[in-house]
């Protein structure tokens, strides 16, 4: 089994759009399911939506593992090593 790599990115953060994905509240536009990133906290959609905002992030800026954002779901996803964890993992403590 691979292990994650990039665990020391979880940051305890707290979500930037709440309400839902940032880029489809800024355009009017619409999604499906929500992920949060667990290094910054952005809000963004998944890839069965539209415009792939949580995916997009990713790719723009590196951050590696997000999380559902779903009521009753648990689960991660760290896009670099193709990995899912349920539950979503913590921030390491410092």
Do not use: N
Request: net charge negative.
């Amino acid at each position: 089994m691979t292990a994650c790599t990039h665990l020391d990115e979880v940051r305890d953060v707290e979500p930037g759009t709440p309400q839902g994905c940032q880029e489809c509240l800024e355009a009017g536009g619409g999604w499906v399911h929500l992920r949060m990133c667990l290094s910054c906290g952005h809000i963004g959609c998944c890839d069965s939506s539209p415009s792939r905002h949580a995916t997009r992030h990713h790719v723009t800026t590196g951050h590696p593992i997000v999380a559902s954002f779903e009521p009753g779901e648990t689960w991660a996803w760290c896009y670099p090593d193709e990995l899912v964890f349920d539950p979503a993992p913590k921030p390491l403590p410092r």
